[in-house]
């Protein structure tokens, strides 16, 4: 993997960033937003297509080879030294290694940052499209993994996060008696 300068394919704009995503890169954000919420179970990063993609499955250790490549390219978003503490890049940055790397709940996260849950979810996406477009430079099979994988099951895909996730602060929200 080619070492490239931290954060710096945050300020990108090329084609891929800030427009909307084309079907193949919506699957490769969800291959990795669903390694990265299974970041710490080796069993289902060693069934993960990113393992093939990567080229590590079929290996003894390949959990542990999916954890460093996601874990490293989580660390690729830390923006420069230069960078100002309270930028967008910091805040993205933030709330994936955070959440992913950390292993902290969205709500710790989003109370840490001093943000909602809502625009933690907001930073979390950037992130995910970011990861995603270091990732493809890095490991080219990767976009042939993601559209393979969409095109011939679409059930092995996971269940939208973000909603997923919403339904489940809907449901702890809820007051747990009946009101008047």
Request: aromatic share 6%; proline share 7%; charged share 30%.
């Amino acid at each position: 993997m080619k070492r490239t300068v931290r954060g710096s394919f945050l300020a990108r704009t090329g084609p891929e960033w800030g427009q909307d995503l084309d079907s193949g890169q919506k699957a490769l954000v969800r291959l990795i937003r669903d390694a990265l919420n299974h970041l710490h179970d080796p069993a289902l990063l060693r069934r993960s297509p990113l393992a093939a993609a990567c080229g590590v499955a079929g290996r003894f250790d390949t959990p542990n080879e999916v954890r460093r490549i996601l874990t490293q390219a989580v660390e690729a978003l830390e923006p420069g030294p230069d960078e100002p503490p309270q930028s967008r890049a910091w805040e993205i940055y933030q709330s994936v290694f955070y959440r992913y790397v950390e292993q902290f709940s969205q709500e710790q996260v989003a109370n840490q940052m001093g943000i909602s849950l809502r625009q933690l979810r907001r930073l979390q996406k950037a992130a995910f499209d970011a990861l995603a477009l270091h990732l493809r430079e890095a490991y080219p099979d990767l976009d042939h993994e993601a559209a393979s994988r969409e095109q011939t099951d679409p059930s092995l895909l996971p269940a939208d996060q973000d909603l997923t996730e919403d339904l489940d602060w809907l449901k702890n929200s809820l007051p747990e008696e009946p009101t008047d």
